[in-house]
């Protein structure tokens, strides 16, 4: 069975600080994929970052990146320099690459402060 | 630009009417996906179809039924047996083996 977990359902982050989402997830695939999605009020998902299972760095993708830990099985959001406009809900998911299929956490609502 | 359409946008049912939701791709993707979003609750998985007329069911299809007829389309028909349909539904679509699953803008359901 797919299982994401994220156990943040809001934070505060101030304006121009660093913010970590945490996102654990468990599968018994070898080879998966790892997604970070932002949904802003209007409802529209937006892809950020991808992660998968076998590279060996770090993704980055502008602000954002992923700290990937294999071992514990967590996919973390990093986002630099937080701004306004980062205020929304992020979805961590995941989709293992024997399927078609994405499984996607319950969300942590991210309230930037100026 | 390619992209995912959904229609309508806004869409209010009285209880015991089936609506159909619209999704529409003219990105080539093989599969689509249809997902249900509750306030301040994650995405779940309805249905979804890797081919043309084959679909399977996701998490909570009870209620729910979908057609793949065309490559381009994916419709979902909130039955009236799915007993609380108010949510925001949300249609998906990516290609085989695709590290990114493309999504329109919703629609929003609400039963009166």
Same mark, same amino acid.
């Given at each position: 069975?797919?299982?994401?977990?994220?156990?943040?359902?809001?934070?505060?982050?101030?304006?121009?600080?660093?913010?970590?989402?945490?996102?654990?997830?468990?599968?018994?695939?070898?080879?998966?994929?790892?997604?970070?999605?932002?949904?802003? /009020?209007?409802?529209?998902?937006?892809?950020?970052?991808?992660?998968?299972?076998?590279?060996?760095?770090?993704?980055?993708?502008?602000?954002? /990146?992923? %700290?990937?830990?294999?071992?514990?099985? /967590?996919? %973390?959001?990093?986002?630099?320099?937080?701004?306004?406009?980062? /205020?929304?809900?992020?979805?961590?998911?995941?989709?293992?690459?024997?399927?078609?299929?994405?499984?996607?956490?319950?969300?942590?609502?991210?309230?930037?402060?100026? | 630009?390619?992209?995912?359409?959904?229609?309508?946008?806004?869409?209010?049912?009285? =209880?015991?009417?089936?609506?159909?939701? &619209?999704? =529409?791709?003219?990105?080539?993707?093989?599969?689509?996906?249809?997902?249900?979003?509750?306030?301040?609750?994650?995405?779940?998985?309805?249905?979804?179809?890797?081919?043309?007329?084959?679909?399977?069911?996701?998490?909570?299809? =009870?209620?729910?039924?979908?057609?793949? =007829?065309?490559?381009?389309?994916?419709?979902?028909?909130?039955?009236?047996?799915?007993?609380?349909?108010?949510?925001?539904?949300?249609?998906?679509?990516?290609?085989?083996?695709?590290?990114?699953?493309?999504?329109?803008?919703? &629609?929003?359901?609400?039963?009166?």
């Amino acid at each position: 069975a797919q299982k994401i977990t994220q156990t943040q359902p809001g934070m505060f982050v101030q304006e121009k600080e660093a913010v970590t989402l945490d996102c654990t997830y468990d599968t018994s695939d070898p080879s998966y994929g790892l997604f970070w999605y932002k949904q802003p /009020s209007s409802g529209e998902m937006i892809f950020l970052i991808y992660q998968g299972s076998y590279d060996q760095q770090n993704a980055t993708e502008g602000r954002y /990146s992923l %700290n990937f830990q294999k071992a514990r099985k /967590s996919a %973390n959001l990093v986002i630099s320099a937080s701004q306004l406009g980062d /205020s929304a809900m992020y979805f961590c998911a995941m989709r293992p690459y024997n399927f078609n299929k994405f499984y996607f956490g319950s969300g942590t609502k991210l309230n930037v402060k100026p | 630009d390619g992209g995912i359409t959904q229609s309508p946008k806004y869409l209010f049912r009285k =209880e015991g009417q089936n609506v159909t939701l &619209s999704c =529409e791709q003219n990105l080539n993707h093989d599969a689509m996906y249809w997902y249900r979003q509750d306030p301040g609750q994650g995405l779940r998985l309805i249905y979804y179809s890797q081919i043309v007329n084959d679909f399977q069911k996701g998490d909570i299809a =009870e209620g729910y039924s979908v057609s793949r =007829e065309k490559k381009e389309s994916f419709p979902l028909t909130v039955t009236s047996a799915q007993k609380n349909p108010t949510a925001f539904y949300l249609c998906a679509s990516s290609r085989f083996g695709a590290n990114v699953l493309t999504f329109g803008a919703g &629609s929003r359901l609400t039963v009166l």
